[in-house]
């Protein structure tokens, strides 16, 4: 383990007069799997929102490698090597899975604005993209529309999209939410695997998974980290216990 | 070879050997379709395959036609380039305007730049006839197509080979677009722009070139229209032209590539073929397209499609009857709406109702129509176009039956079928 490769430094998020985020401090260190977890309404996805940059932080600093990204454009945080899945299954409904793939592969290779060769021509672009079809499991679903595979086939194809611009840092919203208890074990497999050299944090309300899978674990309770430590450590805590995994027990 | 390769090939050389078969009057009309059809193609581009609705295109359209009227006047009228290479002035006009319109709409999605691309062709509507050394003001501008690489340009048939060639030119370079990197991140864009931004692109970066090429094979189109009509007038940036790419794209589908093309090209041989019968074909291309939208959103490329996939279903020789049906159907309903259309468009027109009003014994003097005299008056001639709907109307209730029988003939075949199997394996 390394140095802190995503810092957030009394982060704060407001709507309206509303504050959701109300000062949050989290290194994410270099090559670590590293879980977010808390009740519902805590904030976790909104703070995956301001480091993507889908929304601006009110207050506060983020820092990815040295360099400020609180508020920039979400396609220049994921140039720096930020990837992201999302809570709600985002991927483009009409096309096959391949294609849905080929579009997130394609970022990577600099095609952009590419109009003068043809994209089957590719050999890099097209193994690429069944590589990661092959990872994720869904080879035989390739020529499938992606909106009309099962939720948790489409779960795995956002993993697989989130892992093609071959980022430095990935964020896991919620990826095993809807998934049978086999393919979870295979994703978080999957996930262990694919995210070997590159930090990974993740939001998941399935406690083996992120007990088993994260190196630590930093709890939010309505919008403030109450806890950083091992899962040890977090499943010792007194003030988790009460907040967040007491209640969840005693439900 | 494909069968679709065979079609193209068959409807390339048809356009080849059409001229030898036409009258001048036809070719031109010939060549309008082929106008209509890139136009639409390039329409197409931006609002079937980037899902980004645009209300003025005319806007694009006129452009290179001006671009291309003034690169045919330019120096002192020998033109800035030879005559066959003047469309390439319209995709630089088309496109140059297309880039610095694109920049604004683009940064707003769905309704917000359907309404700053109609704002857009309206304000360029509105000032061109006050800019007069640019677009000539009511009149106009005027050019001679001048002799280049061995042809004068002085006959029709010339000028409808030049169309030919450019169409099919932009047609297979907007065919290929669709297989090259941006123009797969062109159907992300319909997709889902949002994510398109977090896998890291430049979401309004896509959307410029993307409406940057539409406004460039536009701007090609209207290149070709000058070509063809040695004139351009501010007429050009009217919104029924814009309106009408609308109406073409959705009719022929816009869904598939050759859809556009297809409506585009029906639509404006029909505008040639009817409006010398009819005043009312705006009325019936509006009903059309409100009718195509209603019972077939996918457009007559969706229908072609349709019919294939039941074939394949319930086999050539099951859906024959339906064909017929469903065509007879469409003739009889077709029939009689034009027949109530046309006596009531002659029946309400000032001429006949001033007609009436002067004729002192107070009857209503008969109609001309389908070269036979008829009474507005007698209840026989208001029984024609209802019997026609309503015969059209119990056959198609007849096709939908029959529609109904195939499908539960298939689903008993595959019940038996699914029954049989564990006999079979007891």
């Not at chain 2, 889902?192 to 309004?204: A, I, P």
Request: proline share 4%; aromatic share 10%.
């Amino acid at each position: 383990m390394s140095d802190a490769i995503l810092t957030l430094r009394g982060l704060k998020k407001s709507f309206g007069d509303i504050e959701i985020i109300r000062g949050v401090d989290l290194d994410l260190l270099g090559g670590e799997r590293h879980a977010l977890i808390g009740p519902n309404g805590a904030g976790k996805s909104t703070i995956f929102h301001l480091i993507s940059g889908n929304i601006a932080p009110t207050a506060g600093e983020i820092m990815f490698a040295g360099k400020q990204i609180g508020g920039a454009q979400p396609q220049a945080i994921n140039h720096l090597g930020i990837s992201r899945s999302f809570q709600i299954t985002n991927i483009f409904p009409r096309l096959t899975t391949f294609e849905n793939l080929r579009l997130a592969v394609m970022r990577a290779h600099g095609l952009q604005y590419n109009f003068w060769r043809l994209v089957d021509n590719n050999r890099r672009v097209r193994e690429q993209t069944e590589r990661l079809l092959e990872m994720v499991r869904l080879q035989a679903r390739a020529d499938s529309i992606a909106g009309e595979m099962s939720y948790s086939e489409q779960r795995s194809l956002e993993i697989a999209m989130t892992l093609a611009s071959d980022p430095r840092v990935i964020l896991l919203d919620e990826p095993m939410a809807g998934m049978s208890r086999d393919e979870t074990e295979y994703t978080s497999n999957l996930i262990r695997e694919v995210t070997k050299g590159r930090a990974l944090m993740i939001v998941e309300h399935d406690m083996d998974v992120v007990f088993s899978l994260s190196e630590r674990v930093s709890v939010l309770v309505y919008g403030q980290v109450i806890a950083t430590g091992t899962p040890e450590e977090i499943r010792r805590n007194a003030s988790v216990k009460e907040a967040y995994l007491g209640e969840e027990v005693a439900a | 070879m494909k069968p679709v390769h065979i079609l193209l090939l068959g409807i390339v050389l048809a356009l080849l050997a059409l001229p030898s078969f036409l009258t001048p009057g036809l070719v031109n009309a010939a060549i309008q379709m082929l106008i209509a059809a890139l136009f639409a193609s390039a329409y197409y581009l931006l609002c079937g395959q980037a899902g980004m609705l645009s209300f003025g295109h005319a806007a694009y359209f006129g452009m290179g036609a001006f671009a291309t009227i003034h690169a045919m006047n330019a120096i002192g009228g020998t033109g800035l380039l030879p005559t066959p290479l003047m469309p390439l002035a319209g995709a630089i006009g088309g496109g140059a305007f297309g880039f610095f319109a694109g920049y604004f709409s683009t940064k707003r999605t769905g309704t917000y730049f359907a309404m700053i691309t109609l704002a857009i062709a309206e304000l360029v509507h509105a000032l061109a006839p006050h800019l007069k050394a640019l677009f000539g003001g009511e009149a106009g501008v005027s050019a001679t197509r001048m002799p280049a690489w061995g042809f004068t340009f002085g006959s029709t048939n010339e000028v409808y080979y030049l169309t030919l060639a450019w169409v099919a030119l932009c047609l297979t370079l907007l065919y290929l677009y669709t297989r090259t990197p941006l123009g797969r991140l062109t159907l992300g864009l319909r997709e889902n722009t949002h994510r398109l931004r977090f896998l890291g692109y430049n979401t309004h970066g896509l959307a410029i070139c993307v409406f940057v090429v539409s406004a460039m094979f536009s701007g090609v189109a209207g290149g070709l229209l000058v070509v063809s009509n040695e004139a351009a007038n501010y007429v050009l940036f009217d919104a029924h032209l814009s309106a009408s790419v609308v109406l073409n794209t959705y009719i022929g589908g816009v869904r598939v590539f050759l859809g556009p093309i297809l409506g585009a090209s029906l639509m404006t041989f029909f505008g040639y073929a009817v409006s010398d019968l009819t005043q009312s074909w705006l009325l019936y291309q509006g009903a059309l397209f409100v009718l195509v939208m209603m019972y077939m959103p996918n457009g007559l490329a969706g229908l072609f499609g349709q019919i294939g996939q039941w074939r394949s279903r319930f086999g050539l020789a099951a859906l024959i009857p339906f064909v017929l049906l469903a065509l007879g159907a469409g003739l009889l309903v077709g029939g009689g709406g034009a027949f109530a259309i046309e006596m009531l468009q002659r029946f309400l027109s000032q001429d006949y109702q001033a007609l009436a009003s002067a004729n002192a014994a107070g009857t209503w003097p008969p109609i001309r129509l389908f070269k036979h005299d008829w009474s507005p008056a007698a209840p026989g001639t208001w029984l024609v176009p209802a019997t026609l709907l309503t015969a059209g109307a119990g056959l198609a209730v007849l096709a939908r039956q029959w529609l109904r029988r195939l499908v539960q003939r298939e689903e008993s075949n595959r019940a038996a079928a699914e029954a049989s199997v564990p006999g079979d394996a007891a």
